[in-house]
């Protein structure tokens, strides 16, 4: 009896020990699976009771169940306090600091080449141009030849072209679409084809890959007078009401007669400057009437329809009106740079 006694004592000591020591709601419950559990260390002393003189049983039993409630009690309250810090340890660290400063956010913006050619590409929807796309990697035909641009023509060095190993090109214009255009509908022809354009050319004004906008007009009795019509309108829609604009003859290929547009320096209004290189005007796009060669080529009649077309670079645009010196700021990515537009 009395070393079942003493088990029991000694029992309780270790529990209680135990109860104190576990910090979690999960280890202290496995500690009173071990001492009270139906296979604890509580249920395997008992098996001795049965050794005892029946007249000592009750009072072992009793004593056992004394320790038993104890034991739970003690357990419960363990497991109060570990779950009230529980909750305050996480209110504590869930809790918002209201007077912390707040965190900045970046907010991002179109890339000014993105928004210039957003705006010409509105400008000439309202003027009543469709918008039509054609592939980067060209083929030779449609970049040049379709162009008349035969081979060995010396124009073809102008283009500073980048060749792929199957023979095809990486577009150095936009022009091409002016015959993928032209194979695939009919006059009356009202477009313009925004796009990317190659070249292996790299300075302060140049950059092996930017934007160009075509355009191209094809019906009976269009004349250069509409071609000045259009371009006037939209070079004073796009930089200022008052912008003087000039039609210098030029030469391409795939125009006849040909032009080059220029406007009034942006900057010095005239007067002469760096950027214009002191002659008050810059040259803005390439333009013409579309030569009978082309026509002849995608076989509409050049007897019966006459048309323009015009060329220019977004980048440029994009320069002048954004007083921006250097193109190649452009495809740096430079954060602060273009934060600001
Ligand atoms: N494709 C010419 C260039 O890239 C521009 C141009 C287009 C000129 C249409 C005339 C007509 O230089």
Redesign the pocket.
Known sequence: MNELHQKLESLKGQALQAFLNEKTADSLYQMKVYFLGKKGLLTDILKDLGKLPPEDRPQVGALANQLKNELEKTYQSRLNEIQRTEVEQKLKSESIDVTLPAVGVCKGSIHPVSQILTEICSLFADMGFDIFEGPEIETDYYNFEALNIPKDHPTRDMHDTFFLPDQRVLR????PVQIRLMEKEKPPLRMIAPGV?YRRDSDVTHTPMFH?V??LVVDENITLAHLKGVVETFLRKIFDSKTRVKFRPSF?P??EP?AEVDIGCVFCKGDGCRVCKQTGWLEI????MVDPEVFCSVSIDSERYTGF???MGVERIAMLKLGIDDIRLFFENEIDFLKQF
């Open positions: 150095t214009h936009t022009s354009v160009q075509e355009g391409f795939f125009t040909s796009m390439g333009c013409g077309a015009f060329g």
